[in-house]
């Protein structure tokens, strides 16, 4: 069994900063990439940024400069820092590794303007 947990959701003004944090514990054999997803209401899920075990990240255009994607790889969490968060950025948050097969319960942001 492989558990994801996210956590360091919240409410912000517009502006602000949230560190989001997710855990993967359970039978896994290795883990190269891993990303951060988000869904707003009635949207698809999206890729928000992902980063492989080299360290070597990837952003969507929109996140750019704002956010910034880390990881720990002798714990198998991933972080991440979101700086300057716009309303656009409220959203449930997801973590997941490629194969992208297993999904945690997802963390709220809600930025306000």
């Known amino acids: 069994q492989v558990q994801l947990v996210e956590s360091g959701g919240g409410s912000v003004q517009a502006g602000g900063s949230l560190r989001l944090s997710c855990a993967v514990s359970g039978r896994i054999f290795s883990i190269n990439t891993m990303g951060w997803f988000r869904q707003a209401p009635g949207k698809q899920r999206e890729l928000v940024a992902a980063i492989i075990s080299g360290g070597s990240t990837n952003y969507a255009d929109s996140v750019k400069g704002r956010f910034t994607i880390s990881r720990d790889n002798a714990k198998n969490t991933v972080f991440l820092q979101m700086n300057s968060l716009k309303p656009e950025d409220t959203a449930v948050y997801y973590c997941?590794?490629?194969?992208?097969?297993?999904w945690g319960q997802g963390t709220q942001v809600t930025v306000s303007s």
């Open positions: 997941s590794y490629f194969p992208y097969d297993y």
